[in-house]
């Protein structure tokens, strides 16, 4: 068996690169190491499959060519380190924010982050929500204290910049693709058993970032107010709650 483990270990080192310690297993060393390509070409292909699969958005912008070309020099730099693939590739929009045919694409690593966090939210733990009818028994005093937690699949992203509203053109394949100046956020969850997804304003991102850090209730409207004086932060509150964002309360309420 320790043989067997040493030799399991030796072919993974040889599908990262270094054959050496392969050497006691093979009787011509120079043609057993060649035929190590078939093995690395199928990974690399896998690697690359999966970066697609992970990341449409950033394929569908650049094209076929440009996006395998990219991901097959990831897979080389950053191989994975689990055999399910399913996820692979939490460090590519860092990646592309350093690789050089990708800055005269600066927009590329941000849609990146975004279709990242979709496969996060994609593979979350499930939990139930929190229903409205969960704040039916509570005085006004108790409501405005309340903490909500949000949803393990919950993810939000803020940008300075409309690139929220190009990723969402761009996932629905839309052909109008353009980059607005405007500050924009991405609210992603995972209600039922697909992800969904919509742009939120400055009011829902302060709400939302609020509760993240266990803000109560009152104090997360007051940011939200701040961040937006014109949003109408009742229906605000609603949608969110018809989004399934949050967990149940943890005062026993049934959800």
Excluded: K
Excluded at 1 to 10: G, T
Excluded at 150 to 158: E, M, Y
Excluded at 188 to 204: E, H, T, W
């Amino acid at each position: 068996m320790s043989e067997l483990l040493d030799f399991q270990d030796a072919f993974v080192a040889a599908m990262a690169g270094d054959g050496s310690r392969l050497s006691p297993w093979l009787a011509q060393e120079p043609d057993g190491l060649a035929g190590l390509t078939v093995y690395r070409n199928t990974i690399a292909r896998g690697c690359v499959d999966a970066l697609a699969a992970n990341f449409p958005t950033v394929l569908s912008l650049v094209g076929e060519d440009w996006f395998r070309a990219a991901a097959a020099r990831f897979a080389r730099e950053v191989p994975p380190t689990q055999a399910a693939l399913l996820d692979y590739g939490e460090d590519f929009p860092a990646w592309l924010d350093r690789f050089p045919p990708a800055h005269d694409l600066p927009y590329l690593a941000g849609v990146a982050h975004l279709d990242r966090l979709w496969t996060e939210a994609l593979f979350e733990a499930e939990a139930p929500v929190l229903v409205a009818g969960a704040f039916t028994a509570l005085s006004p005093e108790d409501l405005a204290g309340t903490q909500v937690t949000l949803h393990p699949a919950v993810r939000v992203a803020v940008f300075e910049a409309g690139l929220p509203s190009l990723w969402v053109a761009a996932r629905r394949g839309s052909e109008s693709l353009e980059l607005s100046g405007s500050p924009e956020g991405l609210l992603l969850c995972r209600p039922g058993s697909s992800v969904a997804f919509r742009v939120i304003g400055p009011a829902d991102a302060a709400f939302l970032t609020a509760c993240r850090a266990g803000l109560p209730l009152a104090e997360a409207i007051g940011l939200a107010a701040e961040a937006d004086p014109a949003a109408d932060l009742q229906t605000l509150f609603a949608t969110l709650i018809a989004d399934g964002v949050f967990r149940p309360l943890d005062n026993g309420t049934p959800t």
